[in-house]
């Protein structure tokens, strides 16, 4: 029997194309997991492994789908293995019940891991050449010291700018980006402030 396991990295990311290509490969019965596939608590892959009989092949869509380390791929495929239970990688022609296909899973797990320290290592390569540039890696923060300063004057000008949602179409951010700077105790403290600089200001002129 086919069994196929598919795993996406985020709640964002939507398992459909490896559920269909699975489907297509002829599995009988498919579990789906959400979670990185550096974490170690993955429940669908292990219903999976325990739901697997001797004969049986565990069929994925690519081989980073069942882990994110050589030692954690070796390690599920010598154990699989152990049972009778073959393993076949739909995108990378790797099936292991062949001599062949053994040999090519074992350099495709091993080049997988290869590329992942790769890019593991240009980018602390290039956080280490911007930190002596002065610069610091991650985002950019969405709203400096200029935009804040001009936030909080739009915020203040109750008249042309009645409601906060004007202020954000101003600035062109995001609302989750804005209210991040800006809560809402933050907000009315602003607004109250300028009514009250406001009614002195009317109360000042009125005694003239």
Same mark, same amino acid.
């Given at each position: 029997? *086919?069994?196929?396991? @598919? #795993?996406?990295? +985020?709640?964002?990311?939507?398992? !459909? ?7 297509? $490969? ?36 690519? *081989?980073?789908?069942? @882990? #994110?380390?050589? +030692?954690?791929?070796?390690?599920? !495929? ?7 239970? $073959? ?35 240009n980018t602390r390569a290039g956080l280490a050449a911007a930190n002596k540039r002065g610069r610091r890696g991650g985002r950019p923060k969405v709203m400096n010291e200029k935009v804040m300063k001009q936030a909080e004057a739009l915020l203040k000008d109750t008249e042309n700018f009645p409601f906060v949602g004007d202020v954000i179409d101003q600035l062109s951010i995001g609302r ?33």
């Amino acid at each position: 029997m *086919l069994i196929g396991y @598919a #795993r996406v990295s +985020t709640m964002d990311q939507n398992p !459909a194309l490896q559920m269909d290509a699975l489907r297509a $490969a002829g599995c009988g019965k498919i579990f789906t997991e959400k979670a990185s596939g550096s974490h170690r608590d993955r429940p669908q892959l292990t219903a999976a492994l325990d739901y697997l009989r001797e004969g049986d092949t565990l069929v994925i869509w690519k *081989l980073s789908r069942l @882990a #994110r380390s050589l +030692t954690q791929i070796l390690k599920t !495929a010598a154990d699989i293995n152990e049972r009778g239970i $073959a393993l076949n990688i739909l995108t990378q022609n790797i099936d292991t019940t062949t001599p062949e296909g053994r040999l090519f899973f074992h350099m495709t797990a091993a080049f997988d891991e290869f590329q992942r320290e790769l890019i593991v290592e240009n980018t602390r390569a290039g956080l280490a050449a911007a930190n002596k540039r002065g610069r610091r890696g991650g985002r950019p923060k969405v709203m400096n010291e200029k935009v804040m300063k001009q936030a909080e004057a739009l915020l203040k000008d109750t008249e042309n700018f009645p409601f906060v949602g004007d202020v954000i179409d101003q600035l062109s951010i995001g609302r989750t980006a804005f209210y991040k700077y800006f809560p809402p105790d933050r907000i009315k403290t602003l607004r109250d402030e300028h009514l009250v600089q406001a009614n002195q200001n009317k109360a000042t002129e009125h005694r003239k």
